[in-house]
């Protein structure tokens, strides 16, 4: 089966710009997960979306960070504007029922760079 | 919420040695721990998971322990390969809730 899939894969911007992230999930999976991975560090949720509902976005600064996942199937994460300390790989993962105990299928990544 | 403090950052070891990764947990009602690998570039995959019913689990060279009462869990690689290098995160969870990884452990396996 297809993996998850993530565009883009590289990006570089100046600080106060917007950008946007794209997930597309393993077909039939309900739980999407977006995590920011700094460099050094192990992956932090931001959000995570059961369906097209947010079960968890505690961690998500929503001051400058949105997410959707339109009929539960992809998902977009914005950042705006962007900051210095943005910089780092997001990663969509997404697991086919219920949260947390379940295997998480990574992407990829998109590797943000803000200058 | 859960804490998760992993050891060592950083592991050499020459191909052929066993390697151990500890990780411990804040939480004591966290009861599912897995453990992911990271190559170089690539995206995290899950390699061996354990729950909280049962103390150790082994497939082929990798297998992980669990110690509730002291709330931590370890990955142990036998007869290590090249190809066992990588970043290794574990984590942990409990319920529904989300995960909470480690910071990694960057394993470097010499020829």
């Known amino acids: 089966e297809a993996g998850v899939a993530q565009s883009p894969r590289y990006k570089i911007i100046e600080k106060r710009q917007s950008v946007a992230f794209w997930c597309n999930p393993i077909?039939?999976?309900?739980?999407l997960y977006w995590y920011q991975q700094i460099l050094g560090q192990g992956p932090k949720l931001l959000i995570q979306f059961q369906n097209n509902g947010v079960v968890d976005d505690s961690q998500l600064p929503k001051d400058r960070f949105s997410a959707e996942r339109l009929k539960g199937v992809d998902s977009t994460l914005k950042i705006q504007p962007a900051k210095l300390e943005d910089s780092a790989v997001y990663l969509c993962a997404s697991s086919p029922g219920l949260a947390g105990q379940e295997t998480q299928y990574f992407g990829p990544g998109t590797r943000l760079l803000v200058l | 919420g859960e804490n998760v403090e992993q050891h060592p950052s950083t592991l050499s070891v020459q191909e052929g040695d066993s390697a151990v990764i500890k990780c411990t947990y804040s939480?004591?009602?966290?009861?599912?721990f897995p453990w992911y690998k990271q190559e170089l570039g690539k995206r995290p995959q899950l390699i061996i998971d354990?729950?909280?019913?049962?103390g150790e689990k082994k497939d082929q060279r990798i297998a992980v322990t669990l110690n509730k009462t002291a709330k931590h869990f370890s990955l142990h690689i036998t007869e290590t390969q090249p190809e066992d290098s990588a970043v290794y995160f574990c984590?942990?969870?409990?319920?529904?809730?989300?995960?909470?990884f480690g910071k990694g452990t960057m394993l470097l396996v010499s020829p």
């Open positions: 984590a942990a969870s409990k319920g529904y809730s989300t995960l909470t």
């Open positions: 354990i729950r909280s019913n049962v």
């Open positions: 939480d004591s009602a966290s009861n599912y």
């Open positions: 077909s039939g999976h309900a739980t």
